[in-house]
């Protein structure tokens, strides 16, 4: 608990070390379309990480076998980024293990349990932020519903950056958000960009200005700066609030394409869409930075199912479309159009507790390779 000085020092400090992030940004990007070996890092996670994990692991093994062969890519298992591990070393991501995650290119990660409450910090957000991961990329598409959706949340900052650096004073609690002109002009061009290369016309820039006058304030701004540089793309502000209801009112959402928001809002409402889509466990998500990147479900370790010994019937179809994301970003187009090929042929499957497991999943969508 601090007193009116110590929260000023605090504070004080936060503000010189965001100055530090910026300054210290390295913009260096990792091409893959020379790059003659690609690591790949396989982090099991927590909980129903493990299973469908393996699952992925398994599938990428058979997708990539002549190039595991040859050497031109390597699938590398990283241990110890389990909550026991984090617990004992007191590191969301202990020492050892980040040393480990940076000898690799690209990360295919199982959910990690992120402890509630005391200082931990997440590991999730712990590695987005030590590998600057800033473009989090959550498509969600219902073709029989006509929509095909790309978030584009901002990874690093908003409410996360200085998430576990908040401040209790006698009766208040104090939280920050930060957002920076660097921050959002990239992941803003990163999302115009994405819509460039796809044919997409339409972008929604998603923030609450209305209220969080400062910082989404400049979140919108800079959106319709860099805007001015596609100027084939339309593009609309709204609302967190009526965003969140848009997406369930029809034919209104239909036309939403690309979708640019800060990070809180949009771990909140990528969470709906995929509902819309089947479930979070249908879900896969890319977390693209300049030099690494990382993909995942957009779930967590569903620690419930596996009290419940239900941990096979864990849904591996989020960390399947990860690894076909993945193989997108590495320039693995053919290897992700035949992985996306046999999801889409495993489409009408249901896992699940009355449906069929994880495992019979993994293994039809194998069959359709
Ligand atoms: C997500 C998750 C994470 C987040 C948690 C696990 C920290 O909900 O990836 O959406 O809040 O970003
Ligand atoms: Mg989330």
Same mark, same amino acid.
């Given at each position: 608990?601090?007193?009116?000085?110590?929260?000023?020092?605090?504070?004080?400090?936060?503000?010189?070390?965001?100055? #530090?992030?910026?300054?210290?940004?390295?913009?260096?990007?990792?091409?893959?379309?020379?790059?003659?070996?690609?690591?790949?890092?396989?982090?099991?996670? %927590?909980?129903?990480?493990?299973?469908?994990?393996?699952?992925?692991?398994?599938?990428?093994?058979?997708?990539?076998?002549?190039?595991?062969?040859?050497? /031109?890519?390597?699938?590398?298992?990283?241990?110890?980024?389990?909550?026991?591990?984090?617990?004992?070393?007191?590191?969301?991501?202990?020492? %050892?293990?980040?040393? #480990?995650?940076?000898?690799?290119?690209?990360?295919?990660?199982?959910?990690?349990? &992120?402890?509630? +409450?005391?200082?931990? $910090? /997440?590991?999730?957000?712990?590695?987005?932020?030590?590998?600057?991961?800033?473009? @989090?990329?959550?498509?969600?598409?219902?073709?029989?519903?006509?929509?095909?959706?790309?978030?584009?949340? $901002?990874?690093?900052?908003?409410?996360?950056?200085?998430?576990?650096?908040?401040?209790?004073?006698?009766?208040?609690?104090?939280?920050?958000?930060?957002?920076?002109?660097?921050?959002?002009?990239?992941?803003?061009?990163? *999302?115009? $960009?994405?819509?460039? @290369?796809?044919?997409? &016309?339409?972008?929604?820039?998603?923030?609450?200005?209305?209220?969080?006058?400062?910082?989404?304030?400049?979140?919108?701004?800079?959106?319709?700066?860099?805007?001015?540089?596609?100027?084939?793309?339309?593009?609309?502000?709204?609302?967190?609030?009526?965003?969140?209801? @848009?997406?369930?009112?029809?034919?209104?959402?239909?036309?939403?394409?690309?979708?640019?928001?800060?990070?809180?809002? +949009?771990?909140?409402?990528?969470? $709906?869409?995929?509902?819309?889509?089947?479930?979070?466990?249908?879900? +896969?998500? *890319?977390?693209?930075? %300049?030099?690494?990147?990382?993909?995942?479900?957009?779930?967590?370790?569903?620690?419930?199912?596996?009290?419940?010994?239900?941990?096979?019937?864990? @849904?591996?179809? /989020?960390?399947?479309?990860? /690894?076909?994301?993945?193989?997108?970003?590495?320039?693995?187009?053919?290897?992700? #159009?035949?992985? #996306?090929?046999?999801?889409?042929?495993?489409?009408?499957?249901?896992?699940?507790?009355?449906?069929? &497991?994880?495992?019979?999943?993994?293994?039809?969508?194998?069959?359709?390779?």
């Amino acid at each position: 608990m601090y007193d009116i000085n110590q929260a000023l020092e605090h504070f004080k400090k936060i503000l010189e070390g965001q100055m #530090e992030r910026i300054a210290n940004t390295d913009t260096t990007k990792t091409d893959f379309t020379t790059k003659k070996q690609v690591v790949i890092g396989v982090i099991d996670g %927590d909980g129903i990480g493990p299973i469908i994990t393996e699952h992925a692991y398994n599938v990428l093994k058979v997708l990539l076998a002549d190039e595991i062969e040859a050497g /031109s890519i390597i699938l590398k298992q990283i241990n110890g980024l389990t909550i026991e591990n984090r617990i004992a070393c007191n590191q969301p991501i202990p020492t %050892d293990v980040l040393a #480990e995650i940076k000898t690799c290119d690209v990360l295919l990660k199982g959910p990690t349990t &992120t402890p509630h +409450g005391g200082t931990m $910090e /997440s590991a999730n957000v712990a590695m987005r932020r030590e590998l600057d991961l800033y473009a @989090n990329c959550r498509p969600v598409c219902i073709p029989e519903q006509n929509i095909d959706w790309m978030f584009y949340r $901002e990874n690093t900052e908003g409410e996360y950056v200085l998430g576990s650096k908040g401040l209790e004073l006698p009766g208040m609690a104090v939280d920050f958000k930060v957002t920076t002109d660097m921050g959002t002009s990239r992941i803003v061009r990163a *999302a115009f $960009e994405y819509a460039k @290369n796809n044919g997409k &016309t339409h972008l929604s820039v998603v923030t609450k200005a209305n209220i969080m006058k400062k910082t989404d304030g400049k979140f919108t701004a800079i959106a319709h700066e860099i805007a001015k540089d596609y100027p084939g793309i339309e593009v609309e502000d709204y609302y967190i609030d009526i965003m969140t209801a @848009n997406l369930l009112k029809d034919p209104l959402r239909q036309k939403f394409q690309v979708i640019v928001l800060p990070n809180l809002y +949009g771990d909140i409402i990528t969470d $709906e869409a995929a509902q819309l889509q089947g479930g979070v466990g249908t879900a +896969g998500s *890319a977390n693209i930075g %300049d030099k690494y990147a990382m993909f995942e479900a957009i779930h967590g370790s569903a620690p419930r199912m596996i009290e419940r010994g239900q941990g096979h019937y864990a @849904n591996p179809a /989020s960390m399947i479309k990860a /690894s076909a994301m993945l193989l997108r970003h590495i320039c693995r187009t053919k290897a992700a #159009e035949r992985l #996306e090929k046999a999801m889409d042929a495993c489409a009408d499957l249901t896992v699940g507790v009355g449906g069929i &497991t994880g495992a019979e999943y993994a293994e039809a969508v194998m069959k359709n390779l």
